[in-house]
């Protein structure tokens, strides 16, 4: 049994070979935080990244440190590298960025998570992929379950998204069928924490901004609307405990913080914890934008014996102090 408060290391053994992992998107949000944990757990990390919303500065204190390589490289391309294990999260993840360039967005999902099962193939690794809660789209099941098959329009702005991760898993599936390549498919519902791109759009990070800079919240509709948000650390010790998992169990399992929340109470609860004075100002609803979502993480608990920890008014507190040093900085400059 792993307890989640003494997280086991994600080497077996202090005795065996540090293991070869490649972590795709590693210079990202989840990515440099992830990259972080298994350097300190005594792997040997490649972190690969095209840049696209990730940065240097989110793994700067690992650069210099013996068992870390940076790469930067596109997974659309084809890559020659031995490696043990593969956590595929190459892909960006905030609505904004994967709609600024969405064809590009489904290759990354579909040639790129074609390109590390082939590289996992050959050199025999095993592979995390990094799905999503936006396989269920807008869903009519709640709380999601894995075996929920999703309500997801095929054609609309966040079908680049949603369907490209869908053909992920499919072919992580296929792989596994026809070439025997050893899977995880991890449904990541949203998680935030330090590292989120001040620009990067999504819920946590926007409000805390606005909250800081005492502007208005932009709250999408009328903020009825349901999230339920994982904190980092939580997230990189289900990611890890799912890659650890025996070889037969593949997933697609839900990782994420059952606690449910609306938009409206999100935008409340950082006014209080930031004390700032900004008001709420409703904006129109995106198009697609799913109503409700709250993981049914039953089999995780049971299969990986992890289930979150961290509170949201603690994560928060991290996650405003993360903003906090960074405005002062760049006013500061
Ligand atoms: P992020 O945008 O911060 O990180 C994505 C990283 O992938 C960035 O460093 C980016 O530069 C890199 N990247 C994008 N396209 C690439 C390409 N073609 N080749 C190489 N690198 C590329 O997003 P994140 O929140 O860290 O998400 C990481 C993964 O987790 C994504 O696959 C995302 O779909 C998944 N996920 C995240 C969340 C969440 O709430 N954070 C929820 C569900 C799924
Ligand atoms: N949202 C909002 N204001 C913002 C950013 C997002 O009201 O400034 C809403 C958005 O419409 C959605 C929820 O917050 O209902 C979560 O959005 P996010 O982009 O963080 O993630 P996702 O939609 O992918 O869950």
């Not at 998107?25 to 440099?32: K, T």
């Not at 890890?240 to 593949?250: G, S, V, Y």
């Amino acid at each position: 049994m792993t307890d989640n408060k003494n997280p086991q290391p994600s080497r077996s053994s202090p005795y065996e070979e540090p293991l070869r992992i490649l972590v795709t998107g590693g210079a990202g949000f989840l990515g440099s935080h992830l990259c972080r944990r298994l350097v300190m757990d005594g792997n040997e990390v490649i972190c690969l990244d095209n840049f696209f919303t990730g940065h240097r500065r989110n793994i700067q204190d690992l650069l210099d440190h013996h068992d870390f390589e940076l790469i930067r490289h596109d997974i659309v391309n084809p890559i020659f590298l031995e490696v043990d294990r593969i956590y595929n999260l190459a892909c960006p993840a905030s609505p904004i960025h994967y709609q600024y360039n969405p064809v590009k967005t489904i290759k990354t999902s579909v040639m790129g998570t074609i390109n590390m099962l082939g590289l996992a193939k050959r050199v025999r690794a095993r592979v995390l992929q990094a799905s999503t809660s936006e396989v269920y789209g807008n869903p009519q099941v709640h709380p999601q379950p894995e075996p929920y098959w999703g309500h997801v329009n095929p054609i609309g702005l966040r079908s680049c998204y949603d369907e490209g991760k869908r053909c992920a898993e499919t072919l992580c599936f296929d792989y596994h069928r026809q070439n025997k390549v050893e899977i995880k498919v991890a449904r990541i519902f949203n998680t935030y924490g330090p590292n989120m791109d001040i620009d990067d759009g999504r819920v946590i990070s926007n409000f805390i901004i606005q909250a800081l800079r005492n502007i208005p919240l932009t709250i999408f509709g009328d903020g009825s609307q349901t999230r339920s948000f994982c904190y980092v650390d939580d997230m990189v010790q289900g990611l890890i405990a799912l890659m650890n998992t025996p070889e037969d169990f593949t997933g697609p399992v839900n990782l994420g913080n059952p606690k449910e929340i609306t938009i409206m109470e999100l935008a409340e609860k950082i006014l209080r914890l930031t004390g700032s004075s900004s008001t709420i100002d409703h904006l129109p609803p995106p198009a697609d934008d799913p109503i409700q979502r709250q993981p049914d993480i039953a089999l995780a608990k049971d299969k990986l014996d992890w289930q979150p920890t961290v509170s949201l008014d603690k994560g928060l507190g991290h996650t405003i102090s993360f903003f906090e040093s960074i405005l002062s900085r760049e006013s500061a400059s």
